[in-house]
């Protein structure tokens, strides 16, 4: 899961005036109830913190354990936490992207690699177990994945949903895209999976991690607009 600021939709009721496209100096303004409703009412729906991992069984090679990734960092530990469980599969060593990329330089060079790039190589394949599937939510989810296009995913391996502490502020409303947009500012309750206390899982899912301590402190952001006289989220892709 990336470092990345989280920013969670949510719709407000409000009215706005606009004229030629350009807001009014006197449009009206949504007050602080009609959001704190609307971003509660959201984040009932919509509030879930999950780590992008969309699709299981996941497989770690030799390659990913050399790299790092996050999937080699966090699988064992989720698999400690009897969240998942693995075996150990046999993977073409050509099926790594460093050991694809070596056979494709020596056959640009006109090396033999035969042999020796199709070895086979030891790899671990990750299930959920009955534990794990609690976490698994089946809710239709948007992201931004290469070069900000939206990614739409079925599933998501979730660590803790948020609920509405309060709205804090709100920026006003700017013409965007046709619509009067405003993103309010907000802090958060948690309600966290049991394991998400342990110190690897916690070391492991930084971002998560970060989010769960702050609860109360840390602002989150809900963009908004207004269609049809009613104030409505703005979702990743959008």
């Keep these: 899961m990336t470092a990345k600021t989280l920013m969670i939709a949510a719709g407000v009721a409000g009215a706005l005036m606009w004229n030629s496209g350009e807001l009014q100096a006197g449009a009206v303004q949504p007050s602080e109830r009609e959001l704190t409703s609307a971003v509660a009412r959201y984040l009932?729906?919509?509030?879930?913190?999950?780590?992008?991992?969309?699709?299981?069984?996941?497989?770690?090679?030799?390659?990913?354990q050399r790299a790092?990734?996050?999937?080699?960092?966090?699988?064992?530990?989720?698999?400690?936490?009897?969240?998942v469980e693995s075996t150990e599969?046999?993977?073409p060593a050509a099926?790594?992207?460093?050991?694809?990329?070596?056979?494709a330089r020596a056959a640009a060079q006109g090396s033999q690699v035969g042999s020796t790039?199709?070895?086979?190589?030891?790899?671990?394949?990750?299930?959920?177990?009955a534990k794990g599937r609690r976490y698994?939510?089946?809710?239709?989810?948007?992201?931004?994945?290469?070069?900000?296009?939206?990614?739409?995913?079925?599933?998501?391996l979730c660590v803790a949903h948020l609920s509405l502490d309060k709205v804090v502020k709100w920026s006003p409303p700017e013409q965007v895209h046709g619509h009067p947009e405003t993103v309010v500012r907000y802090t958060y309750h948690v309600r966290s999976a049991d394991w998400m206390a342990d110190p690897q899982a916690r070391q492991v899912f930084p971002v998560a991690?970060?989010?769960?301590?702050?609860?109360?402190?840390?602002?989150?952001?809900?963009?908004?607009?207004?269609?049809?006289?009613?104030?409505?989220?703005?979702?990743?892709?959008?």
């Design 136 to 156: 698994y939510l089946q809710k239709k989810r948007i992201t931004l994945g290469v070069h900000d296009q939206p990614v739409e995913h079925d599933q998501d």
């Design 117 to 129: 790039a199709a070895a086979a190589e030891t790899a671990r394949r990750y299930s959920l177990t």
């Design 95 to 103: 099926s790594t992207p460093a050991a694809a990329d070596a056979t």
């Design 209 to 238: 991690d970060r989010i769960i301590r702050h609860q109360g402190n840390l602002l989150m952001s809900a963009t908004v607009e207004l269609q049809d006289g009613k104030w409505m989220p703005v979702l990743p892709g959008q």
């Design 44 to 64: 009932s729906d919509h509030g879930d913190l999950c780590v992008g991992k969309f699709t299981w069984p996941r497989v770690v090679t030799q390659e990913d």
């Design 68 to 83: 790092h990734t996050n999937d080699a960092v966090q699988l064992p530990v989720l698999e400690r936490l009897g969240l």
């Design 89 to 91: 599969i046999s993977a």
